[in-house]
């Protein structure tokens, strides 16, 4: 198969294998419980290292940021029994966690994470469109006098 005729779900994106928890929840947005249930995060509230997540289902928790935890481990490894029914997780979002690859020395340090920033709301009806005013409405700078 080409790499033009690859599908975005099959691509596979690496991330680095020692980064810390609350960066690569952000960016994957997938939590496995301590039963192999692998939820939907809808909110993300980071507090320094602590971060309280909710689930699609409405689940909230705790989480503390490190790299050696269970959650962390099992994110890796891509251990998890099933998907939640509650949360919805949609299929193409298993099939992008499934050809995600953690490296060593290869990938992405996710250094554009939330740590220490606000609260992340990721629901689709928290989503305001912001107005863009046309080019012909803008000032235009003024020319500055030569010599």
């Keep these: 198969m080409s790499p033009e005729t690859k599908s975005k779900s099959t691509i596979s994106r690496y991330y680095r294998k020692r980064v810390e928890l609350l960066r690569l929840i952000d960016k994957i947005k997938l939590w496995p419980s301590r039963k192999g249930i692998l939820h939907g995060i809808r909110t993300i509230e980071v507090m320094g290292d602590l971060a309280r997540l909710t689930t699609h289902c409405g689940k909230t928790f705790s989480v503390s940021n ?82």
């Design 66 to 147: 490190s790299r050696n935890s269970r959650a962390a481990r099992w994110l890796r490894n891509k251990w998890f029994k099933h998907a939640c029914t509650s949360c919805g997780v949609p299929d193409w979002k298993l099939k992008k966690f499934a050809s995600t690859c953690f490296r060593r020395h290869q990938g992405s340090l996710l250094h554009e994470g939330t740590s220490g920033g606000p609260v992340l709301d990721l629901r689709a009806d928290s989503i305001k469109e912001t107005s863009i005013a046309p080019l012909s409405t803008l000032q235009k700078p003024e020319e500055r006098p030569a010599g």
